[in-house]
């Protein structure tokens, strides 16, 4: 998955019933709302179980501790990254699926962490006092980096744990959050891509669906399984319909404070750029899987992951092309501007803040391709590029002092940095020569061939000569070589041939980097920051973007109506599932699912949909009942749903989620898991 967001248009300025809208700061939860709209009182115990019981998964997702001995619930999807990285030719446990009876037999996760949110504090005042009252929007913003940095510091020396401070309504709101990392992850259990992943891309973001995508870990601590502060009991009933659940996670990033003129942005130019991208990688990398087996299989991950991304960044564009959506959001913005305009002291403060976006976005797309060909991109494509670009930065970062360093190098975080770059995971070379070819691709078609930063990087070389020449030469596939590199010389870090290339990216880089956070991103914190306090200032309820930190939703198990009228169920079951299974990929089912079916109960609830309101990196968020107690997972949303990244609504939009008895009725009759299902308290 896939999907969540921002602003809450409230009735005065929608015309619309209050919907079950909100990826909520657990700390700023709108108990009342859910109390008179459900009657369920929603205590301080409630939201801090939801809190202590969920984990952050660094690889971008979400999941939630299910037993007292640190056994960890997540999707299958967001476990495949490790999956793929423990697979060998001989042993695909992709393909076969993964199942540890013991704990001697789990295996343990190259470079994985997880992080539990522990406490939360407001530090705006504090990053803000930083700043001089006239000093320019940039060097504010360079002066509110440095004081972020020195507040995650301080944290981090004096509690041990990792502390990030996180950046709320693009600046109008700093928290400052602690959380216990866990760095030993050992993968349980894991089924067969293929029942994971049933129907593949084509069935992606679609509803009725039938996936069994879950995935069990353990988290340890100096070789001992933990214990944590909370975990969720599996419910023995299961999810009815109608039922009330909360989703608690940790959504990506959303847009529904973006004006309307970011939005054209966006549907201009950011997402037309993304998706030529990734269009063009996928078919490399597909046309790289038909050279053999070993191909297919090393390939694999990286072809879902980007043809997801694809998919959902397809979705948003889609909202934002149809005059529909457009016209909602732009009516909203109207009425939101009227209402500030109507009265003298509100104008006054804020009449002027959507001119001054206007004109940030304009900023913003004159410096968009660029940024994302030389800073974005070589972070996007394979692994062995982000690893070279961290490798080459390190030693320079790490020489300046915290408040002169680039965000990601904060020493508050560098541990969790190096854990990435050091990780003895493997790495396919000629995977990784694709990737870099197809990197090479993107940043000719995005700064053109006469570019001075193409011509060097080229040297009248063609992209797919330039790529096999670096990956064949390059020493960073091995993980000594890399902490060798980090410590040396720039004049021996040069004399590898990918440090090299990235060295001819990064004074561009670099600029562009700082064109965009001083014309841009520092005038769009004071913006943003300004149009969240209009509507603070008129009463609204609003919640901040999602910025893949910790948020619950909430929303009950029901079904609605597609365009064309048709009932659309609240779940699906395994008889649903069979007769959806062609036999062909991707719709052929695994053998022993083909076995067993004799065995299973084809009426118990599969999947099922909610209103809850989650996004890309809720992925593997626990669904629990009022009782706190686990009747789901969530793993995907549908079509419907992937424009509430800009304005949310409920009439067809859905979270999708593995149902809990649907995945008890898998582990007990399919796969005989006695002593997982022992664990979970059956």
């Known amino acids: 998955m896939k999907q969540t967001y921002f602003l809450i248009v409230f009735a005065a300025f929608t015309g619309a019933a209050l919907a079950d809208d909100g990826i909520w700061l657990v700390n700023e939860f709108p108990r009342s709302i859910v109390k008179s709209k459900y009657g369920f009182e929603v205590s301080d115990s409630f939201l801090r179980n939801l809190q202590l019981g969920s984990v952050r998964f660094n690889n971008g997702g979400s999941g939630s501790f299910v037993s007292q001995d640190g056994l960890v619930f997540t999707n299958h999807h967001v476990a495949s990254d490790c999956i793929q990285k423990l697979s060998t030719a001989s042993q695909d446990l992709m393909r076969d699926g993964f199942h540890a009876r013991t704990r001697e037999a ?102 009725p669906r039938w996936n069994l995508d879950v995935a069990f870990f353990r988290a340890y601590r100096d070789g001992k399984a933990v214990t944590p502060l909370h ?82 960044a397809s979705g948003f564009y889609s909202g934002l092309q149809d005059p529909e959506f457009m016209a909602r959001k732009k009516a909203a913005e109207s009425k939101l501007q009227a209402a500030i305009n109507s009265n003298p002291d509100l104008k006054a ?24 060909a030389l800073e974005g991109a070589p972070n996007q494509y394979g692994s062995i590029l982000p690893i070279a670009r961290i490798i080459y930065r390190l030693a320079d970062e790490t020489a300046k002092p915290d408040a002169s360093r680039l965000r990601e190098f904060a020493s508050a975080g560098l541990s969790s940095l190096e854990a990435g770059i050091y990780s003895d995971a493997p790495l396919d070379k000629g995977l990784e020569k694709v990737i870099l070819e197809q990197y090479l691709l993107f940043l000719v078609k995005s700064l053109e061939d006469k570019n001075p930063v193409v011509l060097e990087v080229l040297e009248g070389r063609a992209p797919s000569l330039v790529a096999e020449a670096v990956i064949s030469g390059t020493k960073l596939f091995t993980v000594a070589e890399r902490k060798r590199l980090a410590a040396a010389s720039l004049e021996e870090r040069l004399k590898d041939p990918l440090l090299r290339l990235v060295s001819q990216l990064d ?65 699906t079951d395994f008889k649903g599932m069979y007769a959806h299974a062609t036999g062909v990929d991707p719709l052929a089912l695994p053998k022993r699912w083909l076995d067993a079916r004799k065995k299973l109960n084809l009426t118990v609830p599969f999947n099922y949909v909610t209103t809850a309101d989650t996004h890309g990196g809720n992925s593997g ?62």
């Not at 609504?649 to 649907?662: F, L, M, P, Y």
Request: hydrophobic share 35%; charged share 25%.
């Open 106 to 207: 789990e295996k343990r996760c190259p470079d994985l962490e997880l992080n539990v949110l522990l406490k939360i504090e407001n530090v705006t005042e504090q990053v803000k006092s930083s700043t001089p009252a006239d000093a320019t929007p940039a060097r504010a913003a360079q002066l509110r980096r440095a004081s972020m940095s020195a507040i995650e510091k301080t944290c981090a020396d004096r509690t041990r744990n990792r502390c990030d401070v996180v950046t709320l309504f693009s600046g109008g709101q700093y928290h400052l959050y602690e959380y216990e990392k866990y760095t030993d992850i050992r993968l349980v259990f894991a089924p067969e891509k293929d029942i994971a992943f049933f129907g593949g891309d084509p069935d992606n973001f679609v509803y």
């Open 231 to 312: 975990y969720f009991p599996w419910s023995k009933n299961g999810i009815r319909k109608g039922e009330l659940t909360f989703v608690s996670g940790n959504p990506g990033s959303t847009g529904r404070l973006l004006t309307f003129a970011e939005l054209e942005m966006q549907r201009d130019v950011q997402l037309p750029t993304t998706l030529g991208r990734l269009k063009s990688l996928i078919a490399a990398l597909k046309e790289y899987s038909k050279l053999g087996p070993e191909q297919a299989r090393v390939a694999l991950e990286e072809i879902f992951g980007n043809e997801n991304s694809y998919k959902a």
């Open 349 to 372: 403060k804020y009449g002027t803040v959507w001119a001054e976006i206007e004109a940030i976005a304009k900023a913003n797309r004159e410096l968009y391709t660029r940024l994302a």
């Open 507 to 571: 004074v561009e880089a670099r600029r562009v980097r700082k064109q965009s956070e001083d014309q841009v991103q520092s005038r769009q914190s004071i913006e943003t920051a300004r149009l969240a306090q209009a509507q603070y200032a008129l009463g609204g309820t609003i919640y901040p973007d999602a910025t893949f930190t910790f948020r619950v939703s909430f929303g009950p198990a029901i079904g609605y109506k597609d365009k064309a009228g048709k009932a659309i169920p609240w779940m």
């Open 621 to 682: 968020s626990p669904t629990v009942n009022t009782k706190g107690e686990i009747v789901g997972i969530l793993f995907d949303g549908n079509l419907e749903g992937l424009p509430n990244r800009y304005l949310f609504t409920d009439e067809r939009a859905r979270s999708v989620h593995v149902a809990s008895q649907g995945v008890r009725e898998a582990l007990v009759k399919v796969y005989s898991a006695t002593e997982l299902l022992k664990e979970l308290g059956f």
